[in-house]
């Protein structure tokens, strides 16, 4: 029991380490950028689980899918300026000269 709880404190869910992601379903497209900037290279890789601050609930698959839903909505939302509408009225375009605010570099890692 301990090693397991000591596996789970460490974000290891089984063999496979997970990153996970605190956001805040209010300000879901700004939270869900700052925590992606705070990681480093090797946490991008991992499989990651999703927590809405505030919010009970296991990230069993259904959090995480969620979270992707609504992500997805919020990138073509105009309010961000990420994409352009084509001309055919129906497709999106990434927009130019889009700049997110700056975000101090995560820790280096060990090495």
């Not at 352009?84 to 280096?108: E, I, K, M, N, T």
Request: glycine share 10%; hydrophobic share 40%.
């Amino acid at each position: 029991a301990a090693a397991t709880a000591a596996a789970a404190a460490a974000g290891i869910n089984g063999m496979r380490r997970e990153t996970h992601l605190k956001v805040e379903r209010q300000q879901l497209f700004l939270s869900s950028y700052l925590a992606f900037c705070c990681l480093r290279p090797s946490q991008l890789t991992r499989p990651f689980r999703v927590t809405f601050i505030g919010e009970d609930g296991a990230d069993l698959g259904g959090v995480r899918r969620e979270w992707y839903h609504l992500m997805g909505l919020q990138l073509a939302n105009p309010e961000h300026g990420l994409f352009d509408l084509c001309g055919d009225g129906c497709s999106l375009q990434l927009a130019p000269r889009r700049r997110f605010p700056p975000v101090s570099p995560p820790p280096s890692e060990p090495t």
